[in-house]
């Protein structure tokens, strides 16, 4: 299905976290994730502000998200 990207699923197999905007399928897959970082389409301002909040996490937590 073109509205679950392969991407996503890998990602989601390896415990990588997703940063995506809320397209296609995308909500669905990640709505019961604890950490996620989905923001609406075109918005540049959210989407930086999800990835630097992550980046600004400490190890263990950034552990603890990639484990889940």
Do not use: M, Q, Y
Request: proline share 3%; with cysteine.
């Amino acid at each position: 299905n073109e509205s679950s990207p392969l991407s996503v699923w890998e990602a989601l197999s390896l415990g990588i976290p997703v940063f995506s905007t809320n397209v296609g399928d995308i909500n669905k897959l990640l709505k019961n994730r604890s950490f996620d970082f989905i923001c609406n389409t075109r918005d540049k301002k959210v989407f930086f502000e999800r990835i630097k909040k992550f980046h600004s996490l400490n190890k263990n937590k950034k552990i603890l998200i990639t484990n889940k």
